[in-house]
């Protein structure tokens, strides 16, 4: 295997996210190795927030990543809270978890919309898009912002959800319940889909746990992990939901997954809103005491890992993240090698890295050493493949 | 106004580069800008998969080490007359992350822009606002 590779320039694809770059290696149809190189995006953040004092880094830890733009501060002022032993108002809970199950839905969304683009279904990419504006416009009512909500702050939130906030929501998550039957029917009746995305991209029950992977791509292949149950935090306890597990492992298994999830996300958000206590948003902090505190969150890939060490001062002296990307990322390592090329895309964009790195993917022909094919055309053999199965 | 500046200011098309560095929300809006709310391939606005067939040069985050050396070639590579757009804080000065170490410096001290939109992330109208300014500035110059 050669890696004499330049990155070629074409795999920057307009639906791209961080340059992770993959090295797919082939022989003939079938890919026989990949290789991962992440690091592009790298910025520091964990010693950034060293030199920020508390309240400020919740604002670094949410620009980690766009789409889980809740999960880690959400996941960070559990760590200060757990740290500083405080005490949350009720109601302040209750905001994060609408909070954190609204972006759930919204990254839902988006995941599936791409992942209908890779398969060559357009309409469900503009469609699943068009159904997330209603919820990014209520982020927008609630927080002023669509994407940066800057909701959580050490000791509760940052703005109340008000009462006159309630009816719009409702009428979105309505709006969205409908959305997601319409998505749940085209999925699971259509039988192109099924032919696509049955049986590719396995992982087995054994290699999820072995290659550690968490969130949705766990769950799909029948691991019981999910730290909203495990380890309750915010107010995910006080509420009746389920966690969704399927067996199979597969592309479809994910898929499904993450589209009932989305009930879930909904039915957490109603109750939420019905149960809400009144009173105050945020506790009074005072000093942060020196030691250390973990916290975490389930964000909608999986486990969001943080943890605050303190001495006494007004910054802490050591933050550490754990992102689940990176784990399910490294698992395309079995789960794309041995399948076709053309179902490489959507194997690697099942884990949802993100969103989508597969655009980085150059194809090596591992014979004769030179690219053959970049994300583009990768994206072109997939969706082929579904139009000629649709003819069938 | 000589008739590659007139071409330049009908149907851009747009090549959109994450230089890394950025939390990939502007790329989000970016991609947003496509959906059926704003759909700007109504103007003729379209993201092309190569440089080599863009008028704009869309950049989004704060460069670091591993990728500023990428950024400048692309520039490069682009067809001239063409424009440069930074969407987002980061693209513009760094933003949240100017403090940190990987981040060499703001992206206009490697690459000359035309057109800053600032915002963490910009909404969609923004960038719109912006993109019809900057035509609008080309098209002036006659
Ligand atoms: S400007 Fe803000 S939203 Fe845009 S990439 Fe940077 S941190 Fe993210």
Redesign the interface.
């Known amino acids: 295997m050669s890696h004499k590779v330049i990155i070629p320039i074409g795999p920057y694809h307009p639906l791209q996210e961080e340059p992770e770059f993959f090295k797919l290696f082939v022989e003939g149809e079938k890919v026989s190795d990949i290789e991962i190189v992440i690091g592009y995006n790298h910025r520091g953040i964990e010693k950034i927030c060293e030199s920020k004092h508390f309240d400020q880094v919740a604002f670094v830890v949410e620009r980690i990543c766009g789409i889980c733009s809740t999960s880690h501060p959400f996941a960070y002022v559990n760590a200060v809270e757990d740290l500083a032993q405080i005490e949350v108002p009720e109601r302040a809970l209750f905001i994060r978890t609408i909070i954190a199950e609204m972006e759930r839905l919204h990254s839902h969304l988006l995941w599936l919309g791409l992942a209908g683009h890779f398969i060559g279904y357009n309409t469900v990419w503009m469609w699943a898009w068009r159904y997330r504006e209603p919820l990014l416009d209520c982020f927008e009512m609630i927080s002023g912002n669509r994407n940066h909500y800057a909701m959580m702050k050490v000791g509760g939130v940052r703005r109340d959800i008000l009462d006159e906030y309630i009816p719009p929501l409702k009428k979105a998550l309505d709006e969205i319940n409908r959305a997601v039957d319409m998505f749940k029917g085209a999925v699971m009746d259509d039988p192109v889909i099924h032919a696509r995305l049955k049986g590719i991209g396995v992982l087995t029950y054994d290699q999820a746990v072995e290659w550690s992977v968490v969130g949705p791509t766990a769950r799909a292949s029948g691991v019981d992990i999910d730290v909203r149950r495990d380890d309750p935090y915010g107010a995910y306890n006080r509420i009746d939901w389920t966690v969704v597990i399927r067996k199979e492992g597969d592309v479809f298994a994910k898929t499904v997954v993450r589209i009932l999830e989305m009930y879930e996300s909904i039915r957490i958000i109603r109750q939420c809103l019905n149960k809400m206590p009144k009173g105050e948003i945020d506790a009074e902090v005072k000093d942060i005491p020196p030691g250390e505190g973990i916290g975490h969150a389930e964000a909608p890939r999986g486990e969001v890992f943080h943890y605050v060490r303190s001495d006494g001062t007004n910054r802490p002296i050591r933050h550490k993240v754990r992102a689940p990307s990176y784990m399910n990322v490294a698992s395309n390592k079995i789960a794309a090698v041995g399948q076709s090329i053309s179902d490489a895309t959507i194997t690697l964009a099942a884990v949802d890295p993100c969103y989508c790195c597969t655009e980085r993917v150059a194809v090596i022909d591992r014979f004769r050493n030179r690219k053959i094919l970049d994300g583009w055309d990768l994206i072109r053999l997939s969706q082929e493949k579904t139009y000629k199965l649709r003819k069938k | 106004m000589s008739l590659k500046l007139k071409a330049l200011t009908k149907s851009l098309w747009v ?18 800008l ?4 704003y759909d700007v391939e109504r103007f003729g606005i379209m ?5 080599r067939h863009a008028d704009v040069l869309l950049i989004t ?2 460069l ?1 080490y ?2 500023a050396v ?1 950024a400048k ?2 520039y490069e ?1 682009m067809p001239k007359p063409g424009v440069v757009v930074a969407v987002g804080s980061c693209a513009l000065g760094r ?3 100017k ?5 060499p410096c703001p992206l206009d001290e490697l690459i000359p822009v035309d057109l800053y939109i600032p915002g ?2 910009p ?1 969609p109208e923004a960038m719109i606002a912006g993109i019809v300014k900057l035509v609008e500035k080309v098209k002036g110059k006659r």
């Open positions: 090549f959109h580069l994450c230089i890394g560095g950025s939390c990939n929300n502007c790329d989000i809006e970016i991609l947003d496509l959906t059926p709310r993201l092309v998969g190569s440089i985050g704060s670091t591993k990728s990428r070639r692309l590579q933003g949240i992350f403090d940190g170490y990987n981040t963490c992330p909404k």
